[in-house]
């Protein structure tokens, strides 16, 4: 009798992080050896949601070495599959017409989401397509346990952390200059507090330190200015501040209309890159500086396009083909439906249920612990105003206003602030 045919696709969606490839060079090795057919998709969901059958067949050949490079040979895409059912029903046609069963999706919580929904559709339709997901992304937020990063992060960091530590010495060679860097991350600090802690900039700001739900533009304005007056105080007038681009969905709507054109993707998210963020913040500040008497340039730079492609580091490299690895052992195991980890060197799935907010059925974000010791040590080496530099007459001055003024206006800061 001849055993079942066993197809496993690969597909790649939203945007790439090193050691994509080492998870493609993962699954296939270990789904090439033991006889399964390998199809990589081409240009994630996109293609295959409309019907065209657009892949390769991978084997050994072809994945040769692919594990050192970044990028992603299969190349990505943001297309949502979920928001059309009709959309849905193409993909899983498209899948079964490929004799698809089996589907490995490697991305970030939305890809996970639309992974899960091809799997419950197929169903539906009476079909069998068991999914895994192999949790990518360099923003560090997907529901994992603390500690453990999603691929690519700790690469991102790495190749992020230099390029601050270049802006820092440009700008104290330069002199009178700060860098504004608006660090990738959607809801998430994880990145900009990993590069800015690792390349001690002299403030990082994400949006998990505002408990609250909405803050006013001002708010970052004065946590910036704060730590531009301390640093120039110190003998230094220049330095990096690092800001997530999360801190944009805390800005309260009033203030938001000055930030540009809001401008959506594929899965409904703001498109961060289209904001001006970098530059109203910069006009701000300088306005603010100018009034207390400080003369400096600003440069407002945007961190994360040139950290996503950029060749894995070794513990990307390792940790990536490992859980393509494990990925193909969960489904050769006949199961489905889950996310792949890998916690004290063990493969643990977390199933899709599990992760999903049953309020939005989208998965839930991992942000921050501001009450961990890593935010604290990172907090604890920032420059920026600390709540006992309210009664600090000499900060008052470098101000240019009385103390009780100075306490008065900036004690809002501290109202809602973690305790560090």
């Not at 089996?102 to 929904?117: E, P, Q, R, Y």
């Not at 390029?163 to 009178?176: F, G, K, P, V, Y």
Request: with cysteine; aromatic share 8%; net charge negative.
């Amino acid at each position: 009798m001849v055993g079942k045919r066993n197809v496993v696709a690969i597909v790649c969606g939203g945007g790439p992080a090193p050691g994509m490839n080492a998870v493609i060079s993962g699954v296939t090795s270990t789904a090439y050896r033991h006889g399964w057919e390998i199809l990589g998709i081409y240009d994630g969901f996109s293609r295959i949601g409309r019907g065209e059958k657009n892949y390769i067949r991978l084997d050994p050949s072809v994945i040769n070495r692919i594990h050192l490079t970044g990028g992603c040979i299969l190349k990505m895409s943001r297309f949502n599959p979920t928001k059309n059912e009709s959309d849905l029903r193409t993909v899983v046609e498209t899948l079964t017409e490929l004799g698809v069963t089996h589907l490995v999706t490697i991305g970030g919580d939305d890809t996970a989401f639309s992974s899960s929904a091809v799997s419950e559709y197929a169903k539906k339709l009476g079909r069998t397509i068991n999914v895994v997901h192999v949790p990518k992304t360099i923003d560090n937020d997907l529901p994992l346990p603390e500690g453990i990063p999603t691929f690519g992060f700790e690469t991102a960091r790495a190749f992020g952390t230099t390029e601050i530590q270049n802006l820092m010495e440009d700008a104290r060679t330069s002199n009178n200059r700060w860098y504004f860097t608006i660090a990738m991350g959607r809801t998430a600090g994880h990145l900009a507090l990993g590069m800015g802690r690792s390349a001690g900039a002299a403030v990082t700001i994400i949006p998990e330190e505002f408990p609250q739900e909405s803050i006013r533009l001002q708010q970052v304005v004065d946590i910036i200015t704060g730590s531009i007056v301390k640093r120039y105080l110190s003998g230094k007038n220049y330095g990096v501040a690092v800001i997530a681009e999360g801190v944009i969905e805390k800005i309260a709507e009033q203030d938001f209309a000055e930030l540009g054109n809001v401008v959506l993707d594929e899965h409904g998210h703001i498109r961060y890159s289209e904001l001006d963020f970098g530059e109203i913040l910069k006009q701000k500040v300088l306005a603010e500086v100018k009034r207390i008497g400080i003369k400096i340039s600003v440069v407002d730079k945007e961190i994360g396009y040139e950290l996503r492609c950029t060749a894995p580091i070794a513990y990307d490299i390792d940790y990536a083909r490992n859980l393509g690895y494990e990925a193909m052992q969960f489904l050769m195991r006949g199961e489905s439906g889950a996310l792949i980890t890998i916690q004290d060197n063990k493969a643990v799935p977390l199933r899709f249920e599990d992760i999903r907010d049953p309020a939005t059925g989208k998965t839930f974000v991992r942000r921050v612990n501001i009450d961990s010791v890593h935010y604290k040590i990172a907090r604890g080496f920032m420059m920026r105003l600390e709540k006992a530099d309210l009664d600090d007459p000499g900060l008052a001055n470098a101000f240019r206003m009385e103390p009780e003024d100075f306490k008065n206006r900036y004690s809002y800061l501290f109202d809602q602030e973690p305790t560090v």
